[in-house]
Structure formats: C-alpha cells, structure tokens
C-alpha cells in the first residue's frame, strides 16, 4: 500500500467523522415534526456531542501512544457505524439522543489517533503540513456533511432514512480501509496507562486565558446556535422549506470558518480575535435584521459574517493560549481551554432552546443577541486597549489542537514565532 493512500484512508475517516457530526443539522427540523419534541429538545441532542466529544478527548486521548493508532481508529469508525445504524432505525428522541453520544465518542476517539498517525505518514514529518492536510479533512466532511444530506433531504425519498443508508455504506468502506492500514505509529508500543488528562490553569496566565476563553465562547456559541437551529430558523422564521438551501446555508458557514482559519492562521494572536469578534458581533447583528425582514439573502450575508468570526475566534485564541502556555503546562492548559470550547457549544445552546421553548423562537434569539452583543463590544474594547504582543503564532488548526490538548507533544500546536 502506497503511503498516499494511508494518508487518505486516515483523512477521510476524519472527514468520514465530521461528516457524520455536521449532517443531521440539515435535517432536524424534520425529526422536530416527526417526533414532536421542542427547541430545547433539539438544542440537548446537539448539545449531547458536543459534551460527548470533550468527555472522549479527556478519557481516552492519550491511549493511541500506548496501544497505537490503528486500534482508536478502529474503535471509532466501529461507533460511526453504529451511530448510523441507530439514526436509520430512530422511532423517538431517545435514540436520537444515544446516536449523538456515539458520533461525539467516536469523533473524539479518531481525532487524537488520526492527528498522529498523519504526522507518522507524512514523509518527512512535518507537523505542519500534516496539519494543514489533517484540517482539509476535517473542514472538508464539517461542510459537505450538512450540503449533501440537505440536498438527499429534498429530492430523495424517505429523508431521514436514505441519508444514513449513504452514511453507512461510506463509513463501513472507511473501516475496511483502516483494517487494512499497516500500524502508522513508528514508537516501540506498550501495555495501555490509562488517565485522564487534567484540565488546569497555570495562577500567572489566568486572566489571558480569561480572555481567550471569552473570545473562543464568543465565536463558538454562535456557531452551536447555527447548528442546532439553523434548520428551525430557515423554517420558522425566513420560510425557507428547502432542506438543500438549508443545506448550502451550513456549508457556506463551516466552508467560510474553515477557509479564514487557513489563510489567516500566520496573523498576530489580538489581531484574529479583534477580526473574528468584530465579524461576530456585525453578523449576529445582521442575523437579527434578517429575521425581523425576513429575508434569507441578508442572513447569507449574516451566515459569512459569523463563520469567519467563528474560525477567526477559535484561531486567534488558540494562539493567544500558545504564546501565554508554559512550555511543560500546555497540554493540561490546552485541555481547559477544550473544556470552555465544548461547553461554549453545548450548555448556551440548550439556553436558547429553552428560551424559545417558552418565548418563541424569535424572542430566543433576540435575548440571545441582546447578551452576546454587548460582550462582544466589551470584549472588542479590551482587546483595544491590551499592548500588542510583539510577534505572531502560526497555529494548527483544529485537530492539532486536540493532540496538543492531550499532551502528545508539548510544542505539537505552535510553529517558531514570526519575527
């Protein structure tokens, strides 16, 4: 087997993972007719990976550098699998909920594993490039998911079924290439030394990972309100009934987040969080506006607003936690910074779905910018008002954050500074 292959057996079991994640935010307006259940119910199953993946990434993170990469990503494309069966086979909320659970295990399980083993592939290690390949990956299936099961969801028949027959026969081609993948770890492997890895923040750099943690909850909310109700919104709101445009909605808002992260992750740590809170606070304003005149063209322009404030928010504070780390506290440091990453995607979110449980779901979301705005304007003036770090992070991106938060290496997710 041909190490161009390898590589792409493990790329596109990342991208087999985020496709799985992003695909039901096209279709959950469908289950909220068929099952009945509210926006907060909607708010919780998407929620539920979010909390899934964190508990993934901590439990079981660093167990590939023991027992190898081959057997995590075997295991997780085994849960993918399983996850797809349950959804195909969903008669209620419940198993909605367990098919979630088992997309966040899975993603959280392949993500560390895959990370690795594109390092070990790539010929001549470079970190970086394999950064920028494992990104692709894992940008790639994070906007295609959502565009193709939206566009299964219009034309074909029986929409929350035929998605997941497609899901299944991708994911069970994915197992069959990770079987056949020769073990990519080139370390003598051993007996498993299960820990959990442990969150902490160093007492001297607690208010800059305040404030990172501020500018990453700021991007990604925004981003766990797309896609949990972004399916409700399009419906409900702008009478959009097309699952497909739904659907070209959330690739052009993972596409563009994903995109701005690349070309961006060279610029200074303050500037990318100034450039993606800016981009956050004018596109949720613009969300509002679209909603109150109903017109789905304004939210597009909203959609590209927020998705470069979201990967412009995760980038810039990341960067901030490299520069501000101790070199032999990063990866527990990283690890609380995934802590208030996942928990600013999940516990806001389900907020919101309560509020417009309640109130409807235009107050929500009223309330919902009545909050994040003036704490992005704040936050925008803090920002100002900082001294300018001296030099700027090229930063890997979101996977590679993953295995520097589980300690495979203590410089595995920041580059020589710029001069």
């Given at each position: 087997m041909?190490?161009?292959?390898?590589?792409?057996?493990?790329v596109?079991?990342?991208m087999l993972?985020?496709?799985?994640?992003n695909a039901?935010s096209?279709?959950?307006?469908?289950?909220e007719k068929?099952?009945?259940?509210s926006?907060?119910?909607?708010t919780?199953?998407?929620a539920?990976?979010?909390?899934?993946?964190l508990?993934?990434?901590?439990?079981?993170?660093?167990?590939?550098?023991?027992v190898g990469?081959k057997?995590?990503m075997?295991?997780?494309a085994?849960?993918?699998?399983l996850?797809s069966?349950i959804?195909l086979l969903?008669?209620?909320?419940a198993?909605?909920?367990v098919?979630?659970?088992?997309?966040g295990?899975?993603?959280?399980?392949?993500?560390?594993?895959?990370?690795?083993a594109l390092v070990?592939?790539e010929?001549n290690?470079?970190?970086r490039?394999?950064?920028l390949i494992?990104?692709?990956?894992?940008?790639?299936g994070?906007a295609?998911g959502?565009l193709?099961?939206g566009?299964m969801?219009?034309?074909?028949p029986?929409?929350?079924v035929?998605?997941?027959?497609?899901e299944?026969?991708?994911?069970?081609?994915?197992?069959?290439g990770v079987?056949?993948?020769?073990?990519p770890a080139?370390?003598?492997l051993k007996?498993?030394n299960?820990?959990?890895?442990r969150?902490?923040?160093?007492?001297?750099i607690r208010?800059?990972f305040?404030?990172?943690?501020?500018v990453?909850t700021i991007g990604?909310?925004?981003g766990?309100i797309?896609?949990?109700?972004?399916g409700?919104?399009d419906a409900?709101?702008?009478?959009?009934?097309?699952?497909?445009?739904?659907?070209?909605?959330?690739?052009?808002?993972?596409?563009?987040?994903?995109?701005?992260q690349?070309?961006?992750?060279?610029?200074?740590?303050?500037?990318s969080?100034?450039?993606?809170?800016t981009?956050?606070?004018v596109?949720?304003?613009c969300?509002?506006?679209?909603?109150?005149a109903?017109?789905?063209?304004?939210?597009l322009?909203?959609?590209?607003?927020?998705?470069?404030?979201?990967?412009?928010?995760f980038?810039?504070?990341?960067?901030?936690?490299?520069?501000i780390?101790?070199?032999?506290?990063?990866?527990e440091?990283?690890a609380?910074?995934?802590?208030?990453?996942?928990?600013?995607?999940s516990?806001p979110?389900?907020g919101?779905?309560?509020?417009a449980n309640?109130?409807?779901l235009?107050?929500a979301?009223v309330?919902?910018?009545?909050v994040?705005?003036?704490?992005?304007?704040?936050?925008?003036?803090t920002?100002g008002r900082?001294?300018?770090?001296?030099k700027?992070v090229?930063?890997e991106?979101?996977?590679?954050?993953?295995?520097?938060?589980?300690?495979y290496?203590a410089?595995?997710?920041v580059a020589?500074?710029?001069?």
């Amino acid at each position: 087997m041909s190490n161009r292959l390898r590589i792409a057996i493990v790329v596109n079991l990342l991208m087999l993972g985020t496709f799985a994640n992003n695909a039901l935010s096209t279709i959950y307006v469908i289950y909220e007719k068929r099952f009945g259940f509210s926006s907060l119910t909607v708010t919780a199953i998407f929620a539920t990976y979010a909390l899934s993946v964190l508990v993934a990434l901590l439990v079981v993170g660093r167990l590939s550098d023991d027992v190898g990469r081959k057997p995590l990503m075997i295991a997780g494309a085994l849960m993918l699998i399983l996850s797809s069966v349950i959804f195909l086979l969903a008669t209620g909320t419940a198993m909605l909920l367990v098919g979630r659970v088992l997309v966040g295990f899975a993603t959280g399980t392949v993500m560390p594993a895959a990370t690795a083993a594109l390092v070990e592939l790539e010929p001549n290690h470079d970190r970086r490039r394999a950064s920028l390949i494992t990104t692709v990956g894992f940008l790639s299936g994070a906007a295609i998911g959502p565009l193709v099961v939206g566009v299964m969801a219009q034309y074909l028949p029986r929409p929350t079924v035929t998605p997941f027959y497609f899901e299944i026969a991708i994911q069970v081609v994915g197992l069959v290439g990770v079987l056949a993948l020769k073990e990519p770890a080139e370390h003598g492997l051993k007996a498993m030394n299960w820990r959990i890895q442990r969150p902490a923040v160093p007492k001297e750099i607690r208010s800059g990972f305040a404030m990172a943690g501020v500018v990453v909850t700021i991007g990604w909310v925004v981003g766990g309100i797309y896609g949990a109700l972004g399916g409700s919104l399009d419906a409900q709101l702008l009478h959009v009934r097309s699952h497909a445009l739904a659907g070209v909605v959330f690739f052009t808002f993972a596409f563009i987040g994903g995109a701005s992260q690349i070309v961006f992750r060279a610029r200074s740590a303050r500037h990318s969080m100034f450039i993606g809170v800016t981009a956050t606070l004018v596109g949720i304003i613009c969300v509002e506006a679209s909603l109150f005149a109903v017109s789905a063209a304004l939210f597009l322009v909203a959609t590209v607003l927020v998705g470069v404030g979201n990967g412009m928010c995760f980038i810039g504070s990341l960067a901030l936690i490299n520069e501000i780390a101790p070199l032999h506290r990063r990866a527990e440091t990283v690890a609380a910074y995934n802590v208030v990453g996942y928990f600013a995607i999940s516990l806001p979110v389900i907020g919101v779905g309560l509020l417009a449980n309640v109130f409807g779901l235009k107050s929500a979301t009223v309330a919902f910018a009545a909050v994040l705005v003036p704490l992005a304007a704040v936050t925008l003036v803090t920002l100002g008002r900082s001294p300018a770090r001296p030099k700027s992070v090229v930063v890997e991106l979101e996977p590679s954050m993953t295995e520097a938060a589980l300690g495979y290496s203590a410089d595995a997710a920041v580059a020589a500074p710029q001069n």
